[in-house]
């Protein structure tokens, strides 16, 4: 959760798949659950960081591993949601 501030708050419940983790900071939080490994979060929070001034939406995409396939059933998956608020 991010509140009007910028300031962001992860949480995952007993009952959330492995492997999960969150990456929360200013303005922006990744998290995850059924991850290829907890890391997965803080890599895509630095790509999202990366590039202040390009637009929203490419730096989301930019978040994405474009050499591996979105399976959301897949251990391998790089799922997980970056949020910004602004």
Known sequence: ?????????????ART???M???P??????????LANARVPAAM???FQADPMAPLAERLLRTLD???????????SPLAIV???S
């Open 1 to 13: 959760m991010l509140d009007a501030a910028g300031n962001s708050v992860a949480y995952s419940g």
């Open 17 to 19: 798949r492995p492997e």
């Open 21 to 23: 983790s969150e990456a």
């Open 25 to 34: 900071a200013q303005d922006v939080c990744a998290i995850g659950n059924i």
């Open 45 to 47: 929070l630095r790509t």
């Open 66 to 76: 474009p050499d591996k396939p979105l399976d959301p059933l897949s251990r391998n």
């Open 83 to 85: 949020a910004a608020s």
